[in-house]
């Protein structure tokens, strides 16, 4: 190329050079390839301890998922432990748990040979071999206790029909063959014994903190209870700290599952009860029973949660939780939900909560705030919904009022809404600017709620603004959902644990009265006068009136995206802080994350 | 695995032997990627005549592509002529053709050696190498006219920086390196010499037809011009079939481009005179001239047009454009637009366009039907939209009346919007279901409509629905864009070209003119009576006072996507068919495709 700027007929020679550069720029890619399948299928196999994640799939055990996440290649490795096989199994993913439009690994044997692949379900759930195979077998190995299957699976994998790993909640299915099958094709997903397990995959690679050298444990545990005999059980069991305990710190808590029980025990939670109540009475029993006294209804300050899959919670070095001491109840409530679907009988347990706390407070106490949206019925979502957005704003105008100028830290957060939530994010914005996301779960699901410590701590400072999105899925409803505290109604709330604790309990809001009149007036004269606007009528009533035409749910949706919002910017439930905090202009967003 | 089953004790022996098995599938799929590879490097280079389509990429033609497109492996080979290279060049594609954004191969020397390579332009214009390799070296060869440079590309790499290379418009952009660089990175793309050319990449793969015997030629050119010494001109040329030219069928026809001004010559159309008047006058000039008699207003009768990169345009074997004949008019209006950015004077031009027709008539005559919005105010467009979507439906009714029974077959189409036309497609749906793109364009430009054979013939039933989705861009103007005949105003249309030829001219739609009056009403109530809704204002005048917030600009797509239509379903833009057409219920589509 340089000799051509001077003389046009001199021949040109650097071109077929230039092509053996790439030719053999090719080559070294492959070679490289090849080392590290090589590597990848004699050498590096994790070993069993390398795997700190575990999670029963079936109710029986008789599959034992572990896993690793390796960040740095964006990979997950999976450990299968097969207790029981005959004819092979499925392993895989799915948006929410079914068994169409799957993505799977799939492990069959004809009665003579056996196949393992990377197979799709389609729309129908028939299965298909994946064009593409990277679901990568890395080892199967034979032990006493069953066989166990290594396999690895990036979290994108750039092909359109395998699912895309992402933070949050991860709908794990899986189903045994019982019988030989002479193909994949040949596998009738329906006929087979099937289920799904709820887990967070890409836990976050935390360090675990320095624990302090005083260091105590108590444990929260049921009194070796007999699990009931049916699908649904929570059950709640009241505990007392010891008279005259003084104010310490929570620095950490882990499951204490009894053995056996690991497929049982879906997830346990401490609640503390309300200080001013100076007794509480003792229980030990269904939490839906008669029997239960009312006044355990005032236990319900989170003090420790726990899910299936999730290991130990650790506090941050700089922060604990605070229990005990002067304005604090002694009283603690343990619930435990046990899944039992196959209706095990007279399987007793003692599963809890091991806390570990520390006399020696650490520097800051810490807090948890509620974001999202207010309960309230002017926040609705119209029948027959696939995916209807929902969005509560904390302003930056609350923000710059209750925070310190330091600002907090966020280093954990639980997902909340009712049955229809489908999704639900927080992203944190700086002058309109959206700067990261606080907590995302893409497949949320209602029956899965954990505390996620965060991969990172998010700094909050005064004048940010958190925005906390749900979408909802209604398409089995007739009637529209209002926002309220009902079942059946809806919320969408992020429960952010932060250090150092502020007076900010709250700080959620919700659409503008006025302008909700205003809609439902417009709706009523576009639509010919269908609506009842008499003044009495409530708005659950007035929402149920209308008549869910395209142009009534879009013109709802574009409401919420325009409308001026009611601000809850609260110390506790009932008090605010002074400020004006009706008919507040929505916060304006230039620049969105990807 | 089958031992299994009849005895749980007996050792598992496969695993192992299923390990090596999967190995071995890797080490075959490498052994063909590596034979793939040296057939691609040595063997298989393609010829020179292999390289079907080409077009000059700067006004200047110092760089010449020629492609060829591979549908059995979703890839193009280009060819890239260089004839005077100094230190390099950019080639690539981007959205609109601009430099931010971009995909690029580039060729680059810091004065000793030279490199190629895979790289993408950041949001800022910067240059970066490109993770992944996809435009792929396959030969550079020496001539004496220059540096050919052949390369290939897949459709889609499934690297998120790649350019996805669809049906329709793909902006090519490019550049030249006159000093050596360092680095890529050391590119400052804003400082070359550099600039874009549209194309339609993926021609279909079509087998030309079997041509008549009795064939004969016309050529429709400019009488050896000299192109004016501006960048942009639109020359007109009055032409006129021999007296008594009985009817004929056109069965093809191609573009004849004086040699040398192939950079210059942008698009050609010969457009038909209207059969009612007996004569037009004679005239060779600039379209915009004021010499330019008025009567050639009346020529707009499309029978043959050509842009840039297109090759011969073949009629379906069974059908011919008639022209010639009584009720056929015998003068002919040949357009040229000449695109001369850098103003050379004095050059002469004699292009125009070669038709083949045939005496002995096919058995059908081709039509063209107009599908998409009718020119009217009521469908307009906000300020400010980087995306707004605009539908007009051609509705099962109309299709219904109008059509034969056996049907009509679409073979070609011709997109067109005004300047803030984006995107255009056409959907055909049937019983609710979308069926498929008639055609489609994801990269519409206003200045490149071609008429494009489609890559299969698309037949439509009576009862059929054409729905045609146009996308603007408004981001550049401050008041609503009304729909109209202005140049400022906007159109979604598109002619196809089908056959057997029928009365149906216009299948167009708009949205009813009450419902947008309600619409006003509404808005005027929502944000406290700001519109003026007294009945003499005009509706683009209510349209221009709309207060364009976010809720005004919702509600809007939200009544074009629910209000009932007016349909156009006419014999002649005036004449409609007999019936119902105001009022009428928008297409409720059950099925989409993907």
Known sequence: LPSMQTSRSKPCSCPSFRLREVASMYFTMIAVFLVILVVALQGSVPRGSDFPYKVPLDPQGLLELSWNVSYAEQAVNFQLLVRELRFGLLFGMSDRGEFENA???VLWSDGHNSYFGDAWSDTKGQLHMDSQQDYQLLEARKAPEGLYLLFRRSFSTCDPKDYLIEDGTVHLIYGILEKPVRSLQAINISAIHRGLQRVQLLKPNITVPDLPSDMKTMEITAPDIVIPSQETTYWCYMAELPDGFSKHHIVMYEPVVTAGNEALVHHMEIFQCAAEFDSFPYYNGPCDSKMKPDRLNYCRHVLA???????????????????GGPGSSRYLRLEVHYHNPLVFKGRRDSSGIRLYYTATLRRYDAGIMELGLVYTPVMAIPPGESTFILTGYCTDKCTQLALPAAGIRIFASQ?????????????LARDGKELQVVNADGHYSPHFQEIRMLKEVVPVLPGDELITTCTYNTEDRSRATVGGFGILEEMCVNYVHYYPQTQLELCKSAVDAGYLRRYFNLVNRFNDEEVCMCPQVSIPQQFSSIPWNTFNRDVLKSLYGFAPISMHCNKSSAVQFPGEWEKQPLPTITERLR
């Open 305 to 323: 949660a726990w899910a299936m899959g999730a290991q130990a919670f650790y506090y941050p070095e700089e922060a604990g939780l605070a229990f």
């Open 415 to 427: 997902l909340h809404t009712h049955l229809a939530g489908r999704k639900v994010v927080t992203v």
């Open 103 to 105: 993505d799977l690994a």
